[in-house]
C-alpha cells in the first residue's frame, strides 16, 4: 500500500535527481519562489560529481575538474545569480598532460594561449589552420551561449529565445552544424597529421563519449579550447562535494525540500494532467503529486519509470529506445606517498595504454582536502562497456576486477614510474559499482555522444511532448561536465518558468 504522500500544491515541482543537474534546478526554482521538493536515491547529494571516504582519504566519485568558474562562465553566473559565494578553486596550468606513448613528449594544455600556441606548433607542425579555425567557432559558439539560446527548440517560445540569442558573429557556428572534427581536419589540410588525430581522438573520447570523426564539430571546438584563457579549467579546493554543498545550501535556505534516499519507482499522469510520483523511501512506499517534474536521471529510464508508455507519443517512445547506449567506466581509487609520485607530476594525466584502455589520470594536490599532508589521492579511470561486467556471475567478477587493477597497477608502473609496493591503499570501481551509486542503468557514465546528428538543434530536447515534464543532465543539450549539465538544467527552468507565464532570466 501507498502511504499518503507529501501534501504537494498544484504548482510544485518535483526535481528527480540531487546531481549538478537536478540541484542547479532546484536551486533556480526555487529562488524564483517556485515550491520544490528534490528527490535523490543516495543519502547524499552530488551525483557524479560527489565524493567517498576511505579512512583519512577523499576520494571524488567521478568528476574532478570543473570549467565556467571564471567571469562570465555558467557556474560564475548561476552563483551570482543565486548570491552564492564561488567556491575555493584554482586554475588547471596545465589542465592535463597527455602522453600519447609514441616514444614522443607528452603534449601539455597550457592555460596561457601564447604557452599553448607554441606548444601545439612544436607537437604537431602544420596544424595552425585547424586550431585557427577551431578558435572562430569557439568564439562564436561563446558569444551565442551567453545569450542562453534555447536549444533544441519545440515551440514558439523556444524558437523566439534562439533567435533573439543569434547575432552576425553566430555564422561561423551555422555553416558547420552537421560538420565532424575530422571534417575540420579536412577542410584546413591536416587530416594526415595520424598524431594529431590520435591527441583529438584521445581528448574528446573524454568530453563527447566518442572520436573525432563522430564528434561535432561546434561542440570538438569549444572543449578542445575550454582550457585556455579567458576560460579554463579548474581544481576545487575541498572536494567536487563543495560545489553540490553550495548549490544544496541555496536550495534549502530558498525553502526547497531535499528528500534523501527516496527513489522514484514510477511516474503517473494524474488526471488533472498533474503528476504522481511513486517514490521507495526508508518510510515505505510514497504517493507524490506535482504539476510539473524535472527529470534529471539518463533519458533512457523514463521507458520503464513510466511503464505503460500511455502518456507518451510513440514516437517519442521509438526516439528513447533509439538512443545510442552511453559507456561505464573502471575507476580505481588509489592513496599514495608525495614522495613516490613522479617529480613535478601535474594535477591531470591522459595516457595511451592499449590494454586495458586509454587512462585519465587525476591526482590531488598538497593540503586540498583530499589527503594527508605528504599523501596524494590518485584516480585513473578507464571506459568500458557496461553489458561485460553486468553480465558476470559473482566469481567471474571479483576475477575480473582483480585482473583490470594488476593491469591499471602495472599501467601506472610503467608509464609514471609509481612502485608496486607504494600504495598505501587501492580499490577499482566498475559499472556495478556505478549501478549502486548512481543508480543509472547497467551503471552508465556521461551522457549521449555528441554526434553531429545528435548534437544542439537536432539533440534531444529539455521539453518533452508531454505537458510538464522536462528534461536536464548530461544528455541534453549541450552535454556533459558539471558546466554542460548547468547550461541544460538553465534551458528547462526557464521552460517551465515561461509556461507558467514568469519568466527566468540571468545577467550576463
Known amino acids: ?56 582519504y577523499l576520494f571524488d566519485v567521478g568528476a574532478t575538474q570543473v570549467a565556467g568558474l571564471e567571469i562570465g562562465g ?7 545569480h543565486l548570491s552564492l559565494e564561488l567556491p575555493v578553486a584554482t586554475i588547471l596550468d596545465p589542465a592535463c598532460v597527455i602522453d600519447l606513448a609514441d616514444g614522443m613528449e607528452p603534449i601539455a594544455l597550457w592555460h596561457n594561449k601564447k ?21 572562430l567557432l569557439h568564439e562564436s559558439n561563446w558569444k551565442f551561449s551567453v545569450r542562453d539560446p534555447v536549444i533544441p527548440t519545440r515551440n514558439f517560445w523556444d524558437l523566439v529565445k534562439l533567435i533573439q540569442a543569434f547575432r552576425l558573429d553566430n555564422i561561423p557556428s551555422g555553416l558547420f552544424i552537421q560538420s565532424s572534427v ?6 584546413t589540410g591536416c587530416y594526415t597529421d595520424k598524431r594529431l588525430i590520435k591527441f583529438l581522438d584521445l581528448q574528446l573520447r573524454l568530453y563527447s563519449q566518442t572520436i573525432a570523426s563522430r564528434t561535432s564539430a561546434l561542440y570538438g571546438a569549444t572543449v ?46 494524474a488526471s488533472d494532467q498533474g503528476w504522481k510520483i511513486s517514490v521507495s523511501s526508508p518510510n515505505g512506499l510514497q504517493e507524490l503529486l506535482a504539476n510539473d517534474v524535472v527529470f534529471t536521471l539518463p533519458p533512457q529510464s523514463l521507458l520503464e519509470l ?17 538512443l545510442p547506449k552511453p559507456s561505464g567506466a573502471l575507476v580505481f581509487y588509489a592513496a599514495i606517498a608525495r614522495s613516490d609520485l613522479p617529480d613535478n607530476c601535474p594535477n591531470h594525466l591522459q595516457i595511451n595504454v592499449k590494454d586495458p584502455g586509454s587512462l585519465f589520470i587525476s591526482v590531488s594536490r598538497d593540503g586540498d582536502g583530499r ?24 566469481t567471474s567478477y571479483v576475477q575480473q576486477k582483480e585482473i583490470i587493477l594488476e593491469k591499471i597497477v602495472q599501467a601506472l608502473y610503467k608509464h609514471m614510474g609509481i612502485s608496486y609496493t607504494a600504495w598505501i591503499h587501492k580499490e577499482l570501481a566498475t559499472p556495478r559499482s556505478f549501478v549502486k551509486w548512481t543508480g543509472r542503468p547497467n ?55 515561461a509556461n507558467r507565464g514568469l519568466s527566468l532570466n540571468l545577467s550576463s
Open 1 to 56: 500500500m501507498f502511504r499518503k504522500g507529501i501534501v504537494m500544491t498544484d504548482e510544485s515541482v518535483v526535481v528527480i535527481g540531487a546531481g549538478i543537474a537536478g540541484l542547479t534546478s532546484a536551486a533556480l526554482l526555487a529562488h524564483e519562489g517556485v515550491p520544490v521538493t528534490l528527490l535523490e536515491s543516495h543519502s547524499q547529494v552530488g551525483g557524479c560529481a560527489g565524493t567517498f571516504r576511505r579512512g583519512s
Open 74 to 80: 555558467i557556474h560564475q553566473r548561476l552563483f551570482r
Open 115 to 135: 604557452k599553448w600556441e607554441i606548444e601545439r606548433k612544436r607537437q604537431f607542425p602544420g596544424s595552425e589552420p585547424f586550431w585557427t579555425i577551431c578558435k
Open 182 to 187: 575530422v571534417d575540420l581536419l579536412k577542410l
Open 224 to 269: 578542445l579550447q575550454m582550457a585556455q584563457e579567458p576560460h579554463g579549467l579548474w581544481h576545487l579546493d575541498g572536494s567536487m562535494q563543495v560545489l553540490s554543498d553550495l548549490l544544496r545550501r541555496s536550495f534549502c535556505t530558498n525553502g526547497g525540500q531535499l528528500l534523501l534516499r527516496h527513489k522514484v519507482v514510477g511516474l503517473k499522469v
Open 306 to 322: 513510466i511503464s505503460d508508455n500511455s502518456c507518451l507519443p510513440s514516437e517519442y517512445v521509438q526516439c528513447l529506445r533509439e
Open 371 to 394: 589527503a594527508p599532508l605528504g599523501e596524494a589521492t590518485l584516480i585513473a579511470s578507464i571506459f568500458t562497456q557496461t553489458s561485460f561486467w553486468c553480465s558476470l556471475d559473482k
Open 443 to 497: 551503471g552508465i557514465v556521461g551522457g549521449l555522444a555528441q554526434y553531429p546528428e545528435r548534437f544542439g538543434l537536432f539533440g534531444l530536447a529539455s521539453r518533452t511532448p508531454v505537458r510538464g515534464l522536462w528534461l536536464c543532465g548530461d544528455s541534453i543539450y549541450p552535454g556533459e561536465g558539471t558546466a554542460g549539465v548547468s547550461h541544460s538544467a538553465l534551458i528547462a527552468s526557464r521552460q517551465l518558468m
